[in-house]
């Protein structure tokens, strides 16, 4: 399971968890491993995976789209093309801008 991206005044949110993601592929893990780490992993560990860690029909549907595969590739998750929470849309460049705004970047 994943955890770094809790807020901590020295993690960015998301970019945080892209960089674990990265090291857990480092040490041996591939890329779905990784992934299954950071979603459904955790759902269970915190007993929610009845309505979170998968794309199901009657769960949360928070997702990040992403331009090429990560499970292939697990670095495909930094080139986000699109955020849902919620059911509300966000644009990737105005949450990235929103982020540098509050590490004064």
């Given at each position: 399971?994943?955890?770094t991206?809790?807020?901590?005044?020295l993690l960015t949110p998301g970019y945080?968890?892209?960089a674990e993601m990265a090291y857990l592929?480092?040490?041996g893990l591939t890329p779905l491993e990784a992934i299954t780490a950071a979603t459904w992993n955790?759902?269970?560990?915190?007993?929610?995976?009845?309505?979170i860690g998968v794309i199901r029909q009657g769960y949360r549907?928070?997702?990040v789209v992403v331009r090429a595969d990560?499970?292939?590739?697990?670095?495909?998750?930094g080139n986000t093309v699109a955020v849902y929470k919620g059911g509300v849309h966000y644009d990737p460049a105005v949450l990235r801008d929103a982020v540098r705004g509050m590490i004064g970047s």
């Open positions: 399971m994943t955890g991206d809790p807020v901590h005044p945080a968890l892209h592929v480092e040490a955790g759902a269970v560990a915190l007993g929610l995976d009845i309505e549907a928070d997702i990560p499970a292939t590739d697990i670095t495909a998750i």
